[in-house]
């Protein structure tokens, strides 16, 4: 193992870069995996990372350091830290102090959309995009659609909030929605509270793409336009709407319900 003590170091500075800044995640194409539970997901699911990072003290706690081992074992750069310097680099409070710097994937649009999907336009809390990307995969759906201005998916809240969804996704973002909905061979369903369609009225026993819109503004008008259908979800009581990661997985399990009948 490697072992940096001074924050002068280029390869400090390089993490410290991901660990604070999108623009620099996005710009290098990698982003930093914190915490043991997404360390180990992504070992079990995807293999090996070209980096591990763990601090000082991590060496002394048994999961954090099988973690180095089978990194080590698979060839990958393992790198030490005194405590000092690992803490501005994670955002886990009372964390075992390991992440990984992984890449991120780069996925192209397909021509067409025939297997079930989700389709997010606008969302900007990273809490509500990892929680739609947590509920998809578990609910068997695997390819997620990201318009500019949707909370960039790798960003280190949203792999939290998603805890490991991300590495059973193909996830694509700054795409054309309009044009992807334009070109798609299956039916593509937009959440609305003013639609007139009830969700539980639907067949949804066939790939459906799930349109998704902004916390508060919803689906652009656009986009509603374009959507085969516009569905609500009934409530009770005198709350006006779900969360959109609420009724996001309310729809995603309904599918799945329908499809398991």
């Known amino acids: 193992m490697k072992t940096i003590s001074s924050r002068e170091n280029a390869l400090y500075k390089e993490l410290k870069h991901l660990a604070g800044s999108s623009q620099a995640r996005r710009k290098a194409g990698r982003t930093l995996l914190d915490g043991v539970h997404l360390c180990q997901t992504y070992l079990q699911l995807r293999g090996a990372p070209p980096q591990c990072i763990v601090s000082s003290s991590a060496l002394g706690h048994a999961e954090a350091l099988d973690l180095v081992n089978r990194c080590e074992a698979l060839q990958t750069e393992c790198i030490v830290l005194p405590d000092s310097l690992y803490a501005p680099l994670s955002q886990v409070e009372h964390g075992v102090g390991i992440l990984f710097v992984i890449d991120t994937p780069q996925r192209a649009v397909p021509d067409t959309l025939l297997a079930s999907a989700v389709l997010l336009d606008q969302l900007q809390d990273p809490g509500n995009v990892g929680s739609i990307l947590r509920s ?30 991300h590495f059973v996704l193909d996830i694509v973002e700054n795409v054309d929605l309009s044009a992807l909905i334009k070109t798609s061979s299956i ?60 009724c996001a997985a309310v729809c995603f399990f309904e599918h799945l319900r329908q499809n398991l009948a």
């Open 187 to 246: 039916a593509v369903l937009a959440t609305s509270g003013y639609a007139e369609q009830c969700l539980y009225d639907m067949d949804l026993r066939q790939p459906v793409a799930w349109l998704l819109g902004h916390e508060g503004q919803g689906v652009s008008l656009a986009l509603l336009a374009q959507a085969t259908h516009r569905v609500a979800i009934p409530h009770r009581g005198q709350v006006e709407s779900l969360n959109v990661a609420a």
């Open 136 to 165: 998809a995969a578990a609910a068997g759906i695997t390819e997620v659609y990201c318009s500019p201005g949707t909370a960039f998916c790798w960003s280190p809240k949203v792999l939290r909030a998603a805890m490991g969804a």
